[in-house]
């Protein structure tokens, strides 16, 4: 089983940046995708991207794209999400996903984390105008 722990979240002001780190932990995770989610009061569960497993492949929610950026550190077994632009819209918990694929766990969204192969506890980021 695989263990997940977000940090790096937190208030920042608008335009400015944070770096959210998932760090892996437990059974081997090999050839798995990274992601993050995020959910903020009221909304559903949205994806906001995903990396594979060598970290060639990225994918990226249209509302993120240019500003957010996701990479992995394999020997940490860790992931980052690089978010700039901050906008008040980006306001939300942020969630680390593992699953098998960029393509099953993009339809992990709108399920609350019912689906998906691991999640972690989430971490807030709040984005103040």
């Known amino acids: 089983q695989v263990q997940l722990a977000e940090s790096g979240g937190g208030l920042v002001q608008a335009g400015g940046s944070l770096r959210l780190s998932c760090a892996a932990s437990?059974?081997?995770?090999?050839?798995?995708?990274m992601g993050w989610f995020r959910q903020a009061p009221g909304k559903e569960r949205e994806f906001v991207a995903a990396?594979?497993?060598?970290?060639?492949?990225?994918d990226y929610a249209d509302s993120v794209k240019g500003r957010f950026t996701i990479t992995r550190d394999k020997a940490q077994n860790t992931v980052y999400l690089q978010m700039a632009s901050l906008k008040p819209d980006d306001t939300a918990v942020y969630y680390c996903?593992?699953?098998?694929?960029?393509?099953?766990?993009?339809?992990?969204?709108?399920?609350?984390?019912?689906?998906?192969?691991?999640w972690g506890q989430g971490t807030q980021v709040t984005v103040s105008s």
């Open positions: 437990g059974d081997t995770f090999v050839g798995y995708v």
């Open positions: 990396v594979s497993w060598s970290g060639g492949d990225t």
């Open positions: 996903n593992a699953d098998y694929s960029i393509a099953t766990m993009k339809r992990n969204e709108g399920h609350g984390g019912k689906r998906g192969l691991a």
